[in-house]
């Protein structure tokens, strides 16, 4: 929350009208909003209220309103206030929404103040605006807000409070005649009035003096056009401060006048520390900056002047954004661009040289992020301001932040294409980056469209081994996962990988992301073996000491090994591995981050197959209603931990639940993946299970023969997907009294599992245990005996006896398998 100015003389009377009009609101918590002019102490009065009632509160929180993306960063900061199980490091986005459902609920706290300041956008900020048992207090110049909430309206101060606050802010240096007339001169302006004291206490001018001076400056400011919402009196008083500290020390106005190019939220202490070579080169305040001493002095002394306020315990200062735009108006043309690259220098030194996908560096770049709009970074053609901005849009992908890059990277596109054509370096990398948000965000069409220009365009401009074309190349294997071309995604990667490592070396982090990658692929087509050594290789090397894979990679790998130990039918391993995992991401990027929101469906899979039933259900829930909270319905993940959830009421008897999950679900899954799909096959394949087990087996018998027919046609029959089907296709036959047709799917089915995943495979031996049903039914005995003897051997020995399983095959009851759709 921002300091107190310990000068505010109360506007009693407002604050008790305030005061009363939140405590009035028993039954129906309306938020309240502060309007007025800037400069006339909206925010202050918010603070003011803020400590003068603090205790009436359980918790108070101050939100900067201007910038839908530092909304969200300080709702973020608010989840973790909540102690709500999310990681410092977590993803914005679902931060955020995290600490807006706490307050709704009042969970752990009733007594809540939430200020949101300068919130000039109405209708984002009531959108998100929490309705619950505390307290919502707005600050804005946006007199809009009088027909959405109940409103206060600030004006200036009484002439009574402007003479007490001068008074108190120049002690022994002003009579109350001298006040009243120096109030009636600023015209009652808060801001002006805090200026004209700082100037006094700092330079010891006299009131007459200040007054003739006021008047010399009131009379060229009236021929300069302000805008109509800078206050004349704010704009002489400021003009008369600067005039000052231009005599007293010039060297303090150009860092003041940079920083009218930063946004009005806290500026980070450490950006004005020296520059490194790469960013002092064409700056104006390097040599300044370069004497840490001298810097100090002039922050010191921006601070009495009141144009900046400084936060020693944040490390951070603060300009008004009137004197902002006073600063910037009162600059040429020539002079507005120069202050501005000044400012894009600073920030782009103080990104250098973290990277966005490092957790331990969200902070900093956290404390950067207010300030990448208002300086307008995404209109500078300096290749390094260009680096910086692609580097806040990663950060805010790889946070979980979507939304906001995506806004910031369409923006960049636009102006860059604008200026440097679409061949620029910057501008592929910028819709590389593009297209990336746009796979997360669900637009797989989109993603793979674009990629595919893409890569044709950067292997003609910047060479097949390019930096950026083997990141291309690299993402765009993930569209041909998406796209169900799964053998095509083989080769492609097989060839990424090889051009990584000639490239990069073996065991660099983007090759290390190559070979994952790769190891996906073989999973995908059921080479379980490869994928498992591949996959242990790749986490083995992304663990070790100095590797500088980012957690986020290093989750990924894990979870991909937690995988094809599951699907190589090791469910207690897997269970053990995904668990590491699953602590690893709340750990390390929060319990809503996407990718820990993934290892938790996967593990919820694992505990499900290891008949941890309750537990796997629990978790399937909790996933699944983080997935649509986050990113809503028509998203790959919420699809996947949809029928995650589905698959485990089913397992724990919750049957007409899971159909009725799964109707919803399956036209979803053929609108985001098309009609033939694989997925969308999956997907039919589990709707046609719980037909059956729901007394629609007739039903499960088309919807099984047209899913089986698809598999065949995109993966061949030789495949883990098609034989999951097949095996569920046969029970249906049987449900039906067809056993002599389930007798021969059975069959075909269980000697193509056998040479593909071998007799000892769960999924192996649950098609050898239906095949002992259906020959009992047929009244072969002889061959059901031996063929349930060696089943149930084998079952023993690989998922141990009491495995549910089990039990089912010894009682010659028929074992049903669902499908889980890959994370890709």
Not at 64 to 72: C, E, G, Y
Not at 180 to 208: C, F, M, N, R
Request: net charge negative; hydrophobic share 40%.
């Amino acid at each position: 929350m921002p300091q107190r100015n310990m000068n505010f003389t109360g506007r009693v009377d407002l604050l008790r009208s305030l005061h009363e009009g939140l405590m009035s609101d028993v039954t129906a918590v309306v938020p309240h909003a502060l309007h007025g002019l800037g400069g006339v102490g909206k925010t202050q009065l918010a603070i003011e209220y803020a400590h003068r009632f603090r205790t009436e509160y359980e918790l108070v929180w101050w939100i900067p309103a201007d910038q839908p993306m530092l909304v969200k960063s300080s709702l973020a900061g608010l989840a973790r206030e909540l102690r709500l199980p999310i990681a410092p490091s977590t993803g914005v986005e679902e931060a955020a929404e995290a600490a807006l459902d706490a307050l709704r609920r009042g969970v752990p706290y009733t007594k809540w103040l939430l200020i949101f300041d300068n919130a000039d956008e109405v209708e984002e900020i009531n959108a998100i605006t929490p309705r619950g048992p505390g307290h919502v207090l707005i600050t804005s110049r946006n007199h809009t807000w009088q027909g959405v909430v109940d409103t206060l309206a600030v004006d200036v101060f009484p002439r009574a409070e402007s003479i007490e606050f001068l008074i108190k802010r120049v002690p022994h240096g002003i009579t109350e005649a001298e006040a009243d007339e120096l109030a009636e001169a600023l015209g009652d302006l808060p801001l002006a009035l805090e200026q004209a004291g700082a100037l006094q206490v700092e330079t010891t001018i006299s009131v007459k003096d200040y007054l003739r001076l006021l008047d010399e400056q009131t009379t060229r400011l009236l021929g300069t056009n302000k805008p109509a919402d800078y206050p004349l009196s704010m704009s002489a008083a400021w003009a008369l401060s600067v005039s000052q500290l231009t005599t007293r020390m010039p060297i303090a106005v150009d860092l003041l006048r940079c920083c009218a190019f930063f946004g009005p939220e806290p500026i980070p202490r450490d950006l004005f520390d020296r520059l490194p070579p790469e960013f002092a080169e064409g700056s104006m305040l390097a040599e300044t900056l370069a004497d840490p001493i001298l810097t100090s002095r002039i922050l010191r002394e921006l601070g009495r002047y009141a144009l900046v306020r400084i936060d020693s315990a944040s490390r951070t200062l603060q300009i008004h954004r009137l004197v902002q735009a006073l600063l910037r108006d009162e600059l040429s043309a020539e002079e507005r661009e120069a202050m501005r690259k000044e400012a894009h220098l600073l920030l782009a030194a103080a990104a250098d040289p973290y990277e966005p996908d490092d957790t331990a560096a969200w902070p900093r770049f956290g404390g950067l992020l207010g300030h990448v709009t208002p300086a307008q970074v995404d209109q500078s053609e300096d290749p390094r301001i260009r680096r910086f901005t692609l580097t806040m849009i990663r950060y805010l992908y790889s946070s979980g932040d979507f939304k906001s890059a995506q806004s910031l990277v369409d923006r960049c596109i636009a102006q860059w294409r604008a200026t440097s054509g679409d061949d620029d370096q910057n501008v592929l990398s910028a819709q590389r980056h593009q297209a990336i948000i746009l796979r997360e965000l669900g637009s797989l069409g989109e993603s793979f469209a674009l990629n595919q220009r893409l890569l044709v365009r950067m292997r003609e401009v910047l060479g097949e081994d390019h930096e950026e074309t083997l990141l291309l190349r690299n993402s765009h294997g993930a569209d041909l996962r998406f796209r169900g071309d799964f053998a095509a995604a083989l080769q492609h990667d097989l060839d990424s990988l090889r051009r990584h490592e000639e490239v990069f070396g073996r065991e660099h982090r983007r090759t290390l992301r190559a070979m994952n990658n790769l190891a996906l692929d073989y999973l995908l087509l059921g080479d379980y073996e490869r994928a498992l050594d591949l996959q242990s290789t790749t986490f083995r090397l992304q663990r070790r000491p100095g590797s500088q894979v980012s957690s986020m990679n290093v989750l990924s790998s894990w979870n991909g090994l937690a995988r094809v130990v599951r699907l190589s039918g090791k469910y207690r391993e897997a269970c053990d591995i995904g668990e590491d995992a699953y602590e690893f991401g709340v750990e390390q990027l929060g319990v809503e981050h996407p990718w820990t929101l993934r290892v938790a469906k996967d593990l919820s899979i694992a505990k499900r197959r290891d008949a941890k039933t309750e537990e796997a259900l629990d978790l399937a829930h909790r996933t699944f209603e983080l997935q649509v909270r986050n990113v809503g319905m028509h998203h790959p993940d919420t699809l996947a931990a949809g029928l995650c959830l589905a698959n485990a009421q089913r397992a724990s008897g919750e049957t007409a639940e899971a159909l009725a999950l799964l109707e919803e679900l399956t036209p979803q899954f053929q609108t985001m993946y098309g009609a033939d799909h694989p997925f969308k096959y999956g997907c039919d394949t589990n709707l046609a299970l719980l037909l059956r087990v729901n007394g629609r087996a007739e039903e499960a018998v088309t919807v099984d023969n047209q899913a089986l027919d698809g598999l065949d046609r995109r993966l061949t029959r030789d495949h883990h997907f098609t034989l999951t089907c097949a095996i569920n296709l046969a029970s249906d036959l049987a449900e039906m009294g067809e056993h002599e047709q389930a007798r021969r799917l059975g069959e075909n089915t269980l000697s193509r599992l056998r040479d593909l995943l071998g007799p000892d495979h769960p999924l192996t031996l649950a098609a050898a245990a239906n095949l002992v049903v259906d020959l009992t039914q047929l009244g072969e005995k002889n061959e059901a005996e031996a063929l349930k003897a060696d089943t149930l051997q084998r079952y023993r020995r690989v998922l141990g006896p009491g495995h549910p399983d089990v039990d089912v095959a010894e009682q010659r009851r028929r074992l049903d398998f669902d499908f889980d759709p890959p994370v890709l």
